[in-house]
């Protein structure tokens, strides 16, 4: 079974204080690894998409990696306005579009 | 270019009534996908919608159905509601050919 695991549930920095969110999955042949920001009661927005492992992605202070088993979201020197939920979803080689995600991770930068 | 737009953004029904949700996907996108979200956790597939086919479903009970119209624009229809269909029930679209989906705001429905 496809199976998306985010670690920590939640998360509190200091501004400026970098960190690392993990996502562990398993998954039937993975088509690609999605990160997503969502901020309370919105719908998720886009951040990244990782194809394969080794794969890199960077915008502003947030940093995409990904392995065969797992992918990080680096925060570099985070801003009070980048608490929110981070998801991570994967898309398996279903046949279809659809997206299997975790549980996300709350982050909370404080000034 | 406008997102993913989606009506209404509130609703709340009684429990055994139908809902209709509706979702217009980013132009020239002609895929659709709706999915579950129920507080703190993320959210569930239930359907793919490609030129007007279902592609997918989800692990939903057939209370729940949908469309899509010849616009690409979709319909989320959910009978007999129960007190656990509340939730945010979000819908994405996709340019044919690519990975990524877009999501919409989301529609909030509170089942009592």
């Known amino acids: 079974e496809d199976q998306v695991t985010q670690s920590p549930e939640a998360l509190r920095l200091q501004e400026g204080e970098s960190s690392s969110l993990n996502c562990s999955y398993t998954v039937s042949g993975l088509r690609g690894l999605f990160w997503y920001r969502q901020d309370p009661g919105k719908g998720p927005e886009f951040l990244f998409t990782?194809?394969?492992a080794g794969e890199e992605k960077e915008k502003e202070r947030l940093k995409a990696t990904l392995t065969k088993k797992e992918s990080f979201l680096h925060i570099t020197a985070p801003k009070p306005e980048d608490s929110a939920t981070y998801l991570c979803a994967v898309f398996p080689n279903t046949g279809f579009q659809k997206l299997v995600f975790g549980t996300g991770t709350r982050l909370l930068v404080s000034p | 270019d406008a997102g993913v737009t989606q009506s209404p953004t509130h609703l709340i029904k009684t429990r055994g009534q139908h809902v209709t949700l509706r979702c217009s996907p980013i132009?020239?996108?002609?895929?659709v996908s709706w999915y579950q979200q129920v507080l703190g956790q993320g959210p569930q597939f239930i359907f793919q919608?490609?030129?007007?086919?279902?592609?997918g479903r989800g692990n939903f009970p057939d209370r729940f159905s949908a469309r899509q119209f010849p616009n690409y624009s979709s319909e989320l229809n959910v009978n007999a509601l129960l007190l656990g269909d509340s939730a945010l029930y979000l819908c994405?679209?996709?340019?044919?050919?690519?990975?990524?989906?877009?999501f919409g705001p989301g529609t909030r429905l509170l089942v009592l």
């Open positions: 919608y490609y030129e007007k086919e279902e592609r």
């Open positions: 132009s020239g996108h002609k895929s």
């Open positions: 994405a679209s996709k340019v044919s050919g690519g990975e990524t989906q877009y």
């Open positions: 990782l194809y394969s």
